[in-house]
Antibody, heavy 118, light 106 residues
Framework: EVQLLESGGGLVQPGGSLRLSCAAS????????MNWVRQAPGKGLEWVAAISGSGGTTFSADSVKGRSTISRDNSKDTLYLQVDSLRAEDTAVYYC???????????WGQGTLVTVSS | EIVLTQSPGTLSLSPGERATLSCRASQSVSSYLVWYQQKPGQAPRLLIY???NRATGIPDRFSGSGSGTDFTLTISRLEPEDFAVYYC?????????FGPGTKVDI
């Protein structure tokens, strides 16, 4: 059974940083792309970043480009998202999602809430 | 960036009725389009990939069609558990954008 467990969310001050983690199990982690998707309270889904199975290819949304890093440790079956210079508009539930044979997501974690506020 | 537009914003229907949801892309995404269902407090669930292929375990009352810029998700007969928000997403090229969603409610 595929399981994705996000952690690292919480209350962060504007201008601060955070590192989200996603522990994966139930599949061969290194064989699949992974994504981060976020959802602000009461809003729709926003794709944030993606990384290939090897980690050699990454993409990110303009909203976080230059202040975020997606990475993975295939020896630990873990996905990461580092976001710096946090703003109020980064407040959202952040979902980790498993890529399928392409860049879309076939399994999702339950999400971790990030609140950016003073 | 490819912009996805979904219509209508809200669809008010009754159980047993047919639901037709639209997703339009600002430029061609070929068949690189998926549909997700999201219920309150839950993570999204994959319904359709490649514009018309049902994901594992998805009932056959859900069907997808279209290619290029115009796509449709059809729910042939609404069940009570189908009342939710539906999002389309394109994966033809980064950024892998989502549509704003269509809420299907009673």
């Amino acid at each position: 059974e595929v399981q994705l467990l996000e952690s690292g969310g919480g209350l962060v001050q504007p201008g601060g940083s955070l590192r989200l983690s996603c522990a994966a199990s139930g599949f061969t982690f290194s064989s699949y792309a992974m994504n981060w998707v976020r959802q602000a309270p009461g809003k729709g889904l926003e794709w944030v970043a993606a990384i290939s199975g090897s980690g050699g290819t990454t993409f990110s949304a303009d909203s976080v480009k230059g202040r975020s890093t997606i990475s993975r440790d295939n020896s630990k079956d873990t996905l990461y998202l580092q976001v710096d210079s946090l703003r109020a508009e980064d407040t959202a539930v952040y979902y980790c999602a498993k890529g399928s044979s392409s860049w879309y997501n076939d399994y999702w974690g339950q999400g971790t809430l990030v609140t950016v506020s003073s | 960036e490819i912009v996805l537009t979904q219509s209508p914003g809200t669809l008010s229907l009754s159980p047993g009725e047919r639901a037709t949801l639209s997703c339009r892309a600002s430029q061609s995404v070929s068949s690189y389009l998926v549909w997700y269902q999201q219920k309150p407090g839950q993570a999204p669930r994959l319904l359709i990939y490649g514009a018309s292929n049902r994901a594992t375990g998805i009932p056959d009352r859900f069907s997808g069609s279209g290619s290029g810029t115009d796509f449709t998700l059809t729910i042939s007969r609404l069940e009570p558990e189908d009342f939710a928000v539906y999002y389309c997403q394109q994966y033809g090229g980064s950024p892998f954008t989502f549509g704003p969603g269509t809420k299907v409610d009673i």
